[in-house]
């Protein structure tokens, strides 16, 4: 069974810049759930979906945003980027929100 | 909000010693969760505790959950170079997301 796919792994913009990243949970999986880490902040909560609806959504400013489709795929966008989005974004996949988490490698976004 | 205190936030301990951290919540969880996530690496799931009072052991690694529900510990015996990395609980408050703890990072002294 395939794990969660993160792409791309490696992500470098500029300040204003929009950036997309992509998540592919693993086979059944129709959560997913998407973490901001950073050294300082540890794993912050972004957002959830489930069967293409947002259930949960973390403080973050709106310029962070996602979306899910039918395959339970999952993108989330970064709109004007600043220089402290950077970070590595973990997508989670999991049956339901309080079940185990399967992360991916997750994506490292540095911006300049 | 609720929120969920992971302690401490750094540990440096020579091989072969004990090593122990502990996640503490205000509020009753309904389970909790603990991940490992090595250096340059993503978070793995370990073990997940749902009763009151139970404990669970896996080879060198035992957890616990309180019985009040409201803490829970993690603790590794005769620590080895494998180990090291960041340990962190997860819980859950009830019908709400899962709530990472600040992390516990381990570094073992050879």
């Known amino acids: 069974k395939a794990g969660v796919t993160q792409t791309p792994r490696y992500l470098i913009k500029t300040r204003g810049q929009q950036v997309t990243l992509s998540c592919s949970p693993i086979?059944?999986?129709?959560?997913v759930s998407w973490y901001q880490q950073t050294p300082g902040q540890g794993l912050q909560f972004l957002f959830e979906y489930f069967s293409e609806t947002q259930r949960n959504k973390g403080n973050f400013p709106g310029r962070f945003s996602g979306r899910q489709f039918s395959n339970s795929r999952s993108e989330m966008n970064v709109s004007t980027l600043e220089l402290g989005d950077s970070a590595l974004y973990l997508c989670?996949?999991?049956?339901?929100?309080?079940?185990?988490?399967?992360f991916g490698a997750g994506t490292r976004l540095s911006v300049l | 909000g609720q929120q969920v205190m992971q302690i401490p936030q750094y540990q440096h301990v020579q091989e072969g010693e004990d090593f122990t951290t502990y996640c503490n919540s205000s509020t009753t969880l309904s389970n909790i969760q603990w991940y490992k996530q090595r250096p340059g690496g993503h978070p793995v799931f370990l073990i997940q505790l749902v009763k009151s009072g139970e404990v669970k052991k896996q080879k060198r690694l035992t957890f616990q959950f309180g019985e009040a529900k409201k803490n829970s510990s993690l603790h590794i015996t005769a620590t080895q170079t494998t180990d090291v990395g960041t340990y962190f609980c997860?819980?859950?408050?009830?019908?709400?997301?899962?709530?990472f703890g600040t992390g516990t990072r381990l570094t073992i002294i050879p």
């Open positions: 989670a996949s999991s049956f339901d929100r309080e079940n185990i988490q399967y």
């Open positions: 997860a819980v859950n408050f009830g019908n709400e997301k899962l709530t």
């Open positions: 086979s059944g999986h129709r959560s």
